[in-house]
Every structure is written in structure tokens, then in C-alpha cells.
């Protein structure tokens, strides 16, 4: 097994309020483990922040699927200034996982994510 560290970034998203973007997708025959994650406010006042684990991989002695659940929801993000989530926790990621961001207002979050990818 291979364990690749990785950042994913994307400058601002997501492309219309209202509509989660995936900032990432859990590649096939991979595991991946989110590190950290960190967001930012571009825009001139405060929006809100939502970020959504989005899975629905079932297997290993588990009985039902899982589902789209929050990570953070409407999170308060005033201007100039960054959040760090899951701060000293991890999040497991199997294939076809996806992260999906959400902001109150279109293109005004800024995310980096600090990842490994075990394959």
C-alpha cells in the first residue's frame, strides 16, 4: 500500500449559493484520510459555511448505506478571516466519497484541504 500526502485547493466556490460544489472525490480502489481542512472568506461582509460528507458506500460488516451528512453547517465566517475545521480529528474517505462546500454567497469561500491517500 502507498500512502500519498496531498493538498486540494480551490480559490473560491461554490459556483452558485445554495448548491454544494464537490471540492473532492475519493478516487476508485483508494482510501483517503482528511488531515485538515481549512476555509476562508474572500468576500467584503460575513457569509456562512456548510461542508457535507457525501457517501454512499456500505460493506464491511456495516447492515445499511451511508448518506450525505454535515461536517460543519451553516458555519459564520465574518470578513478576513479563516476557519480550521476538524482540527486533531480525521475523517475517512472511501471510494466515491465526495466533500462538498457550500457558501451563503456564490464564489466567497476559499478552501485548502490537507489529505493522504492510501492505494
Not at 11 to 21: C, F, K
Not at 56 to 80: E, H, I, M, Q, Y
Amino acid at each position: 500500500m502507498a500512502n500519498t500526502f496531498k493538498v486540494v485547493s480551490h480559490d473560491v466556490m461554490p459556483a452558485s449559493s445554495g448548491t454544494p460544489e464537490d471540492l473532492y472525490t475519493c478516487p476508485g480502489s483508494t482510501t483517503t484520510i482528511i488531515l485538515g481542512m481549512v476555509l476562508a472568506n474572500v468576500h467584503t461582509s460575513q457569509v456562512t459555511v456548510s461542508v457535507k460528507l457525501a457517501s454512499d458506500t456500505s460493506g464491511g460488516g456495516r447492515t445499511a448505506t451511508n448518506t450525505t451528512t454535515f461536517l460543519l453547517k451553516d458555519a459564520p465566517l465574518p470578513v478576513g478571516s479563516s476557519l480550521e475545521i476538524l482540527s486533531g480529528n480525521k475523517v475517512v474517505l472511501e471510494t466515491t466519497d465526495k466533500i462538498q462546500i457550500d457558501c451563503s454567497v456564490a464564489d466567497k469561500a476559499s478552501v485548502t484541504m490537507s489529505i493522504m491517500e492510501i492505494t
